[in-house]
Every structure is written in C-alpha cells, then in structure tokens.
C-alpha cells in the first residue's frame, strides 16, 4: 500500500504575480499554477482518500487562518484544510486563486501555518508529508525563527520544495538579469532555508514546470502470481529428483488506461449539443443523465417463426460449448468434464541453446521467478541454476501450472543478473496450435513458375541497393541519451511513456480544471520517439539519398490500383487463352442467376462498348433484386452483399462508378420502402457495414459524388 | 438482429483479422474435392517395415479432410468444411440421391460432408468412411463410365456459391491421381478449363494434391496448369509472385508413407492465409517508403468460450445472446449513437465528446517508421508485452518494396540488428514503439517451410509497463555448485538444442475438445490425455539422477557451511530436528531425496504416517495447507476439505 499523504501548497497571489514578465504571454500566477494543477489534479486522479491536500494563498487581500491573531499571520488565507481533494475543492480553488491588490504577506509565515497544518492532521501517524511554496520573492519576507523552522521540518521530515518565477537556478540555466534587490536578498534567504533542509529543494519555476510533462509511471504492488516449487524430475517416483520453492510475479504488465463509463443525457436529445462538453456532476444525479446498463436477451433458430427466430427464457439455458455446429451441453455436475487434471508447479522440461532460440517466440509478458524468501539453501540451489544457465549459454524450458487444475503453459527459463539481484525470467512458449502455418517466399531468392531458382529479380535487391542498405543502417546506429544526456545503453524503454495512456490522463486532468476549454495536443514526451531524431537524420542523410537512389521505389497512382480496362486477360499456369473458349460459348451472353458472379464478370471483361456494361449491369440487378425478394428472412442476404460488392469493385475498375451509384440508389430506395418482400432492414445494415453505399470521388476519379454525401447515404435516415 | 451485430462490432478488438476494405466476410471454406477410381482405391502396401499397414490413396485423403475437420473445429470454428467424392458410381447432390440413372445434376459427383461448420455426427461419418466402415463401405463404388471434370468443378461452384456466399476466402482442394482426366476429349477438356475460370472468377482457389502412380509421375502441364491459376482475384495479399509449389509437393511413396507426405502436405496448408493489416506504409528514412502487409502467425489459441444452450426441444441447440442497452432509470432502450463516455475524477464525471474521445487515441496514420537501429544485444530477454507482428513486403502501394524489404531483412540478419520502430498498426489504435527483427526462413528436413523468412514487430514494454523487482534473498552460489549444476542439464538437452513448438500441442486445448467430441457422439470417455508437456520423469531420473546427487551433496555441504550457526526459520511450520540443524545424515533412514526446502521432507513423512494410522484429522491445518501447496494442490478451504484432498493425494499416487 502506498503512505498517507499530506501535501500543502503555499501559492503567492500578490498583486506582482498577476503581471507577465520577460516576454512571457502568461502570468507569472498562472505560470505557478500549472504546476500546482498538475500535481493535485495528478494526486485526484488516484481516487485515494489518504492522499490528502491542502492550499493556502499568500499576500491575500483579507485574512483567514487559525494563526490570524497574531500580526505576523495577515494577508494569509486557508483556500483548502488537508484532506482528500475533490471537483467542488477543485472549482473552489480555481475561484478562490486570483492576483490581490497586495504586496504584503509574509511566506516565512505561511510556511510556518502549513507546518502548523501538517501537525494538526497528521499528528504522530505516519504520512508523507510535503510543502510546496511558490512566491517571486517580491514581498517583505522575515527571517526571525528561520532557524527554528528548519529544525522543525527536519523533525518532521517534511519535504520542502520552493519553487519562484525567475529564481537564478544555475543547474537550469537561469539567470534574471536586473534582478531587484529584495528579490535577491529573499532568494537567498529561500535557497538557503530550502537547502539547509534534507529534503528540500529550491529551483526556478520553469524548472518545476518543464517537469510537469514528464509522465508520471504508477507503482504497483508486487504480488505473487504463482507460488511453488521448482522442480527437475517427479519427487513422488524419484529420489533424484531436485525442488527448489520459488515465487514468481511480473516484469513487464501492460497499464491500461482509464476505462470511461456510459452514460446518455435524460431528455433523450443528443448530451453533446447542449452545452458543449463540460465537467458534470455524477452521473445520474439531477444533472439531466442517466447511466447506462445492458440487458441481455437470448434467441434459437425456429425456421416456422416469423423471421426465424424466436426468444427463449434465460431459466431453459445450460451452460455448454460449441463442438463444429454441434452445441454440447455439460450438467452442472459434470462442470470440470472438459478441464484437464493439473497440479501447480514449475517442472524443467529440458534445456536449450540460447543461440537457437528465436526472440519472437516471446507469447507474452514476463515474470520473474525468484526463490521463496527466508529459504536460503532455496536461493543457494536457484543461484546455482541461474549462473549454470548464464555460464553454459542455456535456457530452460519448463511447465507451469500457476494453480490446481489451471491449464499447463511451457515457458522459457532464461537466467538474469545484477549487482544484488538474481533471478529467472519467464517467458510464456508457443503451442502447435499457437503458431500458424503460413508459408512466404524467400526473401533472397526467387523461385518461378518453371521451377528455377534465380537470385536475380526484380523483388531481389541488388548489389548496390545491399550496400546502400548496408550503409545506411550503420548510419542510423542509435545514441540514446538519458535526460543528463548521457548515452543509454540498450533500448530506451524507461523514457518511452504509454502514449494513449498518458494522454488520456491528462485530458481528464486538463478538463477537470478548464471545463470549457478544447482537449491540448498530445506532450512532445509521449511523442517523442514517433520520428527519428533530427541529428540523425542530418547525419544520414547522404546514405539515406544513396538507398532511395538505389531503390528506386515508385508509389502506385491510387487511382490506378487494380484498372482492369484495357488489361491483360487473367490466365492460368499454362498460359492458355481461356476467354477465347468463352468467346465460342455463345449462350454466355445471358447472365445465368446460378452462375451470375464469373458471368457477369466474364461479360464485362469481353465487353467493348458501353452499352453491353450497361446491359451486364441490368441483369445482375436484377438477379439480385430477385435474391432479395426471394430470401427467406436472411438466407440470401450474404449472397446479395457478395453480388453487389462485386459490381461495385468491378465497375470501380471498369471506371464507371455513375452505373453503381444509380443502381444502389434505387436499391436503397427499394429496400428501405419495403417494395422487396417486406422489412429487410438487416440486409440495409449488411450493405452499410460492407461499406458498399454510393462510390465516392475518392474511390473513382470519374464519380461526382463526394465522400460526406457517400458518408451521408449510408447513415440510418 | 441488428443490435446483435452492434454488440459484435463492439467487441471487435484490436486484434481481430479483419480487412476493412472488404465487404467479405473474413471465413475460410474448404471443399475437399477426392477423386474415386479404381486406381484411387488400390491399397497400396508400406515399404517401410518400420510402419507396416497399407493404404489407399483415397482412403488417406479422407484421413487426411477426417484430420483437418477435427483441428478446424478447434482452431477455425468459424470455418467451413466439406467433402465431394467424385468418379462414384452413387451420386448425392442436396435433394438428389440417386444411382448414377437420369437426370441428375451432377451424376457421379457424392456430396458426402455438406459444405458447413461441421456438426458432430458429421465427423462421425467421415471417420466411418476414413476408416472404411461396413455401413459406409458401399459410397466408394468407383463409377464405370468416364466422368467429366467439367461436371465435378461445376457441381463446386455451386456449392461454394449457395453454401458459402461473401466469405473471403473459398478454396477446392483436388486429391487425384489422374493427371490427365480428359486426354482423349477436346470438349470435355475445354469445357473444364472454361469450369475453372468461372471458380477463379468467383473467388475459389483450387489447390492440387497430386499423387504419382507407382508406375507414372504425377505431370501437371498434361491438364492441371490449365486449371490453376496463380492467386485467386480476391486474394490481393498474396505476393504476386507466390507460386503454388506443386512440384515439391507431389505425394509420393507408398502406404503410411503417402499419407505422411499427404497430410504434411494439406497440413501447410490448412490455414487460409489471413492479414491483420495490408499495405501499411513502412517509413525507413524520411522520403522512403514501401508497403507491408501483417500477420499474426503466434497467437495464443484459447478453446471457445462456453455458450448457452436450449435444452427445450429435441436436439440441444445454441442460444444467441442479445445485448442491448438501457438507460438506468427508466430503462428505455438506447441507441448507441446516443451514447456519451466519461470518466470518474475527484467525485464527479469528466466527459467528452465522442469526437475529442476517438481524436485522444488518434496518433497518426497507420506507419511502421523506423527511428534508428540499434544492435540485436540491446533487447533485453524480459522487454516483451505481448505476441509479436509478422511483417512481409507488399507490391500493392509500392513498386519495388520487396527488393527495398529484402536487402533490410539481409543486413538486419547478417549484422545481428535490430530496427527501432514507431508502429500503428490501424487508425486510432495504440501507437507502440517496437523492436523489428529479422526472422531467417526454416525448412524441415523435407523443404516444408516452418518458420517464414520476414520482419517480427516485437511491442516493448512503456515505462509504464514494467515493473519492480521483488525483495529477495541474494547468495550467489560459489563456482563448484555452478558447475555441479551445469552437469546437471548438460544431460538434458531438447532434441537439438532447440525448442520446437511444433513438439508440443496444447494438452489442456486437445483434452477440451476431445472430451466435447466424446460427448457429443455419445463415446465412452477417452480414458487418459496425452500430454506431452509432462517431463520424461524416467531419462530425467536415468541421464541426471546422479549429476543431482552430487549438486545436491555439494548444496548440504555448503548451506551447512554458510548458513549452518543459524538454522533456517520459517514460520510456517514446526519442524523436526533434524532438519533444523540441516543435518539430513543423522536420521535413521538418511533420505536422499534432494529437496531444497527445509521442513517439508518430515512433513510428507508426517502424513504419510498419519494418513496409514487414519490420524490425518490430528494435523494441524498449517501442516496440511503446505503439504498440499508443496504438492502443487489447491489448498484454500475447511480442515476436513484439506483432509479429503490429501487422501486424494494418496489415493491418485497409489
């Protein structure tokens, strides 16, 4: 579990911090805010009640805090107690956060009630305590107590960061120059105060803020997914046989992000065109939406009910399972009959090379398996293996079953090592099943028809497209540089952040504080790796000109993808003219509804005039307005698809999208008014989900329509 | 209906093999296509006496449609199956059933599997017929007549078209060993060729099994070239110079050997060849691009999910679930346009229109761009998250990308290299930052491709994505017990020094599915599964037992010596003397079983004695639960569940 949290932020609202200084477009007061968003909309987004926070503005124009009496407390005002932050504390804040007409207010002050804040809540209990402060340093700071103060935040071991627009940061590079003298002597007195404490940091605001775009990575808690022994050979039958108790839990685990609920507006009406998008109360509370949930109902096939099928009651079900088209039912006794007998463990099945092993047979994430702790003749015995492993370039390949009666999975054993750390790593392995036969062409020779194998080919690179191959990869040999900028080894794994996660994180966080205003681009962190770096590719860029020249790749016009008028007639291995044979089958010239597909293409193909496309056209209409008229319920409802889209792809090809536009336009008219035996809306859906509506300029140079009308046609009305 | 099909877009995950530029439905149909004659009868006896038994070529092709059925059923449940007999004197076509007299369709043509998902009694028929059954026997009657091919291709034309309309991928397998069916008739031969163009123009790939005669090689230019065509229309992924290899794939040999080669050979091609992605750009350097097509080849294959069944009518039937969603208040039936997303924050609901929610994953189009290279040492073994991508070149967008692909795959083999790569793999799907790597082609000792020449998309894991690692004791073993270790495994290396998957079939998946056939054609239960994935306990035990023996004096030795002042703890269980002192020798009957672990040899001596003297119900639940655990049993539940399951224990191992 993570600690309790205790954060304060002190944020200086003086007069001076709603002014925008060097250039910037901000003010220095939203400039400190983003900051101080990030991080408490980042700790909202952890949904935890024990991460608790608490604001207090500084140089406000009244004063209100429990230290008030005392003089040296004016001009400070609690925004927020500590305690778990939440929308109506999110929009309180954002009112309450304003430049004042004051320059006075004292930050030694504000630290000391943020101190005073901390104990009353926290007490003796364990927390995570931190104060944040950010000021620019202008006002009328008193250094009396400062001593006292540090020690009292050693005592406590609160974190202190004190953050301020234009502070000098030599680290960061900043130096304001024509600094004001009592910005200077605060500064000072911050940078000491902030030093002098163990875990205290003082920096320039630009700093802090740069920081912001670097995504945070959530700890999850280890937690064991298999627990047992390691084992070589059956202990039951042998006494040879060796057992090692190990644990094993993940190395790698995909974070998902947020999931979002459903919900709709009340009224029924579209929720977006309201007020636009904005931060809503709950769900379902008054605020005009309503959850959203499912219902499930359940049909079989009945050929006598009107649409061929009939609802049955969720009681008359049994759990079973499909074999082919056959369904199985299994009895409640009988649940496990299909599951195989299994006990946990993590048997040795044989050892391999590691040379021969293929890295893309990797199924899955990776565990790490350790031995069980407090058993150290256990982490003796698995060190032993490990190093064997590493020493003998070995894998292991083994069984596992995490639990009883869990199927079996064979998994890789690879050793692993660091300064203080060993360990196995498991890799889940291919089954027969898993992997699937496809068969590819070499990629370094040809094979033709006749049989013959030639290395030289046009799919074939040559000898000067290898060696500028060659040369351009040893030119793009990738530096990785670390945020010091020192060169990574290996891959850059820890500074690539899930994009779609991080993304989504922060839009929610982004909303949250500015309901009204448009989602931000992507952070250049999430895409940083999307294209290759700019030195790199100066410094290929001979080799790069090199390859293409060498290459000589040709993009294909779109529009000419697959033309088929004028082409070459398809033929068979032997090259033997067929459309010459089915020049003499004169009966051909007909479309015959059992063979309508080849004829209609064959026509097409044979055709030198509009006109006989035009005719092939009508009669396949007609052969599948007949389908459609004829089917029974669905029955002929994937047969009409397959018809229309191959005209549809035919006359995309033959360059007369007019004909098809025509055609599905009556069609549709047809099939939405029920002039072709009744209610077949279904198929209308078929036909929108093949994506076979009118043919768009996109897809045909020769259509007039354009994509939103081709879009609009498909679209419900 | 329609809300139906909504719900099953929805589910459509990311995975799926789709085409999106397809209106076909993304199914494979098979029709077996088995030639009958007399010479396809004549058993042929095996040469080999190490495999005895003969076998004609017909009836091997049955085993062979008998075999494919059954994996289809569990790996393509969607797909279709069918087997037409042709060259039989009976002819069966839907409603026809007749003895070869008049007016019949497709005489000599037997539909004996109906083109279909194949049901259970299906199956049952055609392991009747495969194994040649009494009942059955009489349905391979060669016919006496000539029969015309033109007829047969016909007859599965009409059977592709009215069984399975739309599907993308429709396929006639021929098993023959006629290679020129119509040498003596010129209409007859025209009239096939013209057959085969209309199955080519509908989509239908014919793929040729050709069997040599013992006296004759099978010669395919005498008739078959002017049937086959390269690549059927539809099949746009298929590289355009892909030849069927016909000549390495003839049939040969004799008996059990034909079948071999046979199955081997309808086995490569079993699966219809389907991509996850096609012609997506590859960027390998601004201002350089080629297409590539994706595929998964490794995906982890689950059994069916289970599904509800009617059981109110005569035959058990399968119940369609249908979703729909409702409002919760007043449940009114809502549409899914209406549908708004939002997220829980602080309290409240953060929301989005669906426009901004589909622009939050949208990075781009789809790409695989490279962004460097780096050397293959730099992927580390444990930087995986899931299967990878296989990548192959496409002709499609880009003249001259195989070249451009081929010399990559080249250098990337020769220098051990990888690509760093940025990869969409389709419109607002989740960009990933991947190692490509170069996969070299396998052969088998035949020349039967296993593992494919191409480009492997390994995803990394995000920052996000890994994890810490767990608090663990840390003793590096001293060199002696390394290298007693590595005697240990040097025994026992997989055949090879490899792993081949192709060993190792899914025990749990096979048993699923043949308990399911066991009940759905009412057999007696198959008694016990074969599970390869069982260690070979005995040539363990024979090839390394003594090699564990001494590693495992080696460990007493020096566990002693490390950490013999202070004897283990644990606070799990009690335990006995001697094991506390580490001192296995001063027992009366020093055991030799190597166990690592303290403790849990006396507690297996423990129950054994308690479960001979019926005093298990005396142990502690604490003892029972780690003796379980240490067995590999569940071990949650009452002390009299934990009993029961120890005497299970008992009971299995005796």
Not at chain 2, 314 to 328: C, H, N, R, V, Y
């Amino acid at each position: 579990m993570a600690d309790k949290e205790a954060t304060v932020y002190i944020v200086d609202v003086a007069r001076s911090m709603g002014e925008k200084r060097h250039g910037r477009s901000i003010t220095d007061l939203e400039w400190a805010m983003q900051y101080v968003w990030d991080k408490i909309t980042t700790t909202v987004s952890t949904g935890r009640k024990t991460a608790n926070v608490g604001v207090i503005a500084l140089r406000t124009d009244d004063t209100s805090n429990e230290l008030q009496d005392e003089d040296s407390f004016a001009n400070i005002s609690v925004i927020s107690h500590l305690k778990q932050f939440l929308m109506p504390d999110i929009r309180k804040l954002q009112n309450a956060i304003q430049p004042s007409h004051t320059y006075k207010g004292d930050a030694i002050s504000a630290l000391v009630l943020a101190i005073h804040m901390i104990n009353t809540h926290c007490r003796k209990l364990k927390y995570k305590r931190k104060i944040v402060l950010i000021t620019n340093g202008t006002g009328l700071i008193d250094p009396e107590n400062v001593e006292d103060i540090k020690d009292k935040i050693k005592e406590d071991n609160i974190e202190l960061f004190i953050f301020g627009p234009d502070f000098d940061d030599v680290e960061w590079g900043v130096k304001e120059e024509d600094k004001d003298e009592r910005k200077a002597l605060n500064e000072k007195l911050l940078r000491e105060l902030a030093n002098d404490c163990p875990n205290g940091t003082f920096a320039t605001l630009e700093n802090a803020v740069a920081n912001v775009d670097i995504p945070e990575t959530k700890e999850v808690r280890i937690v064991p997914t298999f627990k047992g022994h390691l084992s070589l050979g059956d202990p039951g039958q042998y006494e040879t046989a060796l057992r090692i108790p190990v644990e094993r839990c993940y190395k790698t685990s995909v974070a998902k992000p947020p999931s979002a609920s459903s919900f709709v507006s009340q009224s029924g009406t579209e929720a977006g065109q309201e007020g636009g998008p904005s931060a809503t109360q709950e769900a379902g509370q008054g605020d005009g939406t309503t959850n959203v949930r499912t219902s499930r109902t359940y049909q079989i096939d009945d050929e006598s009910a009107p649409g061929g099928k009939v609802d049955v009651e969720r009681d008359d079900l049994a759990k079973g399972y499909e074999y082919g088209r056959t369904a199985v039912h299994i009895s409640q006794t009988d649940e496990n009959i299909t599951s195989l007998t299994t006990y946990a463990g993590l048997e040795i099945i044989g050892f391999i090379d590691q040379d021969k092993y293929e890295r893309y047979l990797h199924m899955s994430q990776v565990s790490f398996i350790t031995a069980s702790k407090g058993y150290k003749k256990g982490s003796l015995a698995l060190s032993s293996l490990i190093h064997a492993l590493y020493e003998a370039e070995d894998y292991a390949v083994a069984r596992l079953v995490i639990k009883e009666a869990k199927p079996p999975i064979l998994v890789l054993l690879a050793p692993y090592m660091t300064n203080d750390f060993e360990c196995l790593l498991e890799a889940p392995l291919p089954y027969t099943e898993d992997l699937r036969t496809y068969r590819f062409p070499s990629l370094d020779k040809v094979a033709t028809v006749s049989g013959k194998i030639v290395t030289e080919h046009r799919n074939l690179p040559t000898k000067s497209l290898q060696e500028s191959m060659d040369q351009f990869v040893d030119s793009m040999e990738l530096d990785i540089k670390d945020d010091d900028g020192d060169t990574v080894e290996g891959l850059p794994i820890e500074f690539s952040y899930s994009p779609v996660l991080h993304r989504i994180q922060s839009a929610i966080k982004w909303r949250a504080v500015h309901p009204e205003d448009p989602i931000q681009e992507p952070s250049a962190q999430l895409t940083r790796f999307s294209h290759p770096e700019e030195d790199l590719v100066a410094k290929s860029k001979q080799e790069l000109e090199n390859l293409i020249a060498a290459a000589d790749v040709k993009k294909v016009p779109p529009k000419t993808k697959g033309r088929k008028r004028n082409r070459e007639a398809e033929k068979p291995l032997s090259g033997l003219d067929v459309d010459a044979l089915l020049n003499l089958e004169p009966k051909r010239a007909k479309i015959s509804p059992e063979n309508a597909i080849p004829e209609f293409k064959q026509l097409l193909s044979r055709a030198d005039n509009v006109d006989t496309i035009n005719d092939a056209v009508k009669q396949m209409t007609d052969i599948i307005e007949n389908q459609i008229k004829h089917s029974l319920g669905d029955a002929n409802y994937e047969r009409v698809v397959e018809g229309l889209g191959t005209m549809r792809e035919e006359l995309v090809d033959y360059e007369e999208p007019a004909l098809y536009n025509e055609l599905v336009r009556d069609l549709k008219e047809k099939i939405l008014g029920e002039k072709l035996g009744g209610d077949r809306k279904e198929l209308w859906w078929l036909i929108r989900k093949g994506k076979l509506g009118l043919i768009d300029q996109e897809t045909s140079e020769r259509s007039e329509v354009l994509a939103d009308e081709a879009a609009e046609f498909l679209v419900p009305s | 209906m329609a809300d139906d099909s909504y719900a099953r877009e929805e589910e459509l995950n990311e995975e799926e093999e789709v085409d999106e530029s397809s209106f076909r439905a993304v199914k494979d149909a098979v029709l077996f296509a088995i030639d009958v004659s007399s010479s396809m009868l004549n058993p042929r006896p095996s040469n080999n006496p190490k495999k005895p038994g003969e076998e004609s070529p017909t009836s091997a092709a049955l085993k062979c449609a008998y075999h494919l059925m059954q994996q289809r059923i569990i790996s393509n449940p969607k797909d279709m199956l069918g087997v037409l007999l042709y060259g039989t004197q009976n002819s069966k076509f839907y409603d026809e059933d007749g003895d070869g007299s008049a007016d019949l369709s497709y005489p000599h043509c037997y539909l004996f599997t109906d083109l279909d998902v194949p049901s259970a009694e299906e199956v049952k028929e055609l392991r009747a017929l495969a194994g040649n059954e009494e009942e059955v026997r009489g349905i391979l009657q060669p016919s006496e007549e000539p029969i015309s091919m033109a007829n047969v291709l016909f007859c599965a034309n009409q059977i592709f078209t009215s069984k399975a309309p739309n599907f993308l991928s429709r396929r006639l397998f021929i098993v023959t060993d006629n290679d020129n069916p119509h040498a003596g008739n010129k209409a007859l031969r025209s009239a096939s060729t013209v057959r085969a163009r209309d199955l080519y123009d509908l989509g239908v790939t014919i793929e040729l099994f050709p069997i040599s005669q013992p006296d004759h090689e099978f010669d395919t230019t005498k008739f078959y070239d002017d049937i086959i065509y390269k690549t059927a229309p539809s099949d746009g992924e298929a590289p355009a110079y892909l030849q069927p290899d016909m000549k390495t794939s003839t049939a040969q040999g004799d008996g059990i050997e034909l079948l071999d080669s046979l199955l081997s050979s309808i086995n490569s091609r079993s699966v219809a060849k389907r991509s996850i992605f096609s012609n997506i750009p590859m960027e390998i350097g601004p201002g350089l691009k080629i297409s590539v097509n994706g595929y998964l080849l490794l995906r982890r294959q689950e059994p069916a999910r289970s599904c509800f069944v009617w059981l109110g009518g005569e035959t058990p039937q399968i119940a369609k679930g249908i979703t729909t969603l409702l409002t919760d208040d007043t449940a009114h039936t809502v549409e899914k346009s209406e549908i708004r997303k939002a997220y829980k924050f602080g309290g409240e609901s953060i929301s989005f229109t669906p426009e901004e929610l589909s622009s939050l994953r949208d990075f781009g189009e789809p790409v695989i761009r490279i962004i460097g290279f780096k050397p293959m040492s730099a992927l580390p073994i444990w930087a995986n998250v899931m299967h990878p991508t296989f990548i192959y070149p496409s002709e499609e967008d880009y003249i001259g990308s195989t070249r451009v692909f081929s010399a990559l795959h080249q250098k990337l083999l020769k220098d051990n290299k990888l690509a760093l790569v940025w990869f969409i793999s389709r419109k607002k799907s989740s960009p990933v930052l991947g190692a490509m790597i170069a996969g070299a082609e396998k052969t088998d000792e035949n020349g039967v491709q296993k593992l494919p020449p191409g480009m492997w998309i390994i995803p990394l894991p995000f920052a996000d994505d890994v994890r810490k690692q767990p608090p663990a004791d840390f003793t590096v073993a001293p060199e002696p017990l390394i290298d007693a270790m590595k005697q240990v495994f040097g025994q026992l290396q997989l055949p090879k020094g490899v792993y081949d998957p192709e060993r190792y079939p899914n025990p749990s998946l096979q048993w699923h599915y043949r308990i399911l056939q066991a009940l759905a054609l009412d057999e007696d239960h198959p008694g016990e599964p074969d599970d390869k994935t069982i260690p070979k306990y005995r040539q363990i035990h024979k090839r390394a037992g003594e090699y564990v023996l001494e590693w495992s004096e080696k460990l007493d030795a020096l566990s002693d010596k490390m950490f013999g002042g202070s004897p283990e703890r644990s606070t799990l269980v009690k335990r006995g003397p001697r094991d506390s002192n580490g001192d296995e020798g001063s027992s009366e009957q020093p055991s030799k079983r190597v166990k690592t672990e303290s403790g849990s040899s006396d507690i297996d001596g423990d129950i054994k004695k308690a479960m001979e003297k019926g005093t298990l119900s005396k142990l502690t639940v604490a003892t029972l639960k780690e003796f379980l655990t240490s067995h590999g049993r569940a071990a949650a539940g009452k002390k009299a569940d934990l009993i029961e399951r120890v005497e299970q224990y008992f009971e299995d191992k005796s």
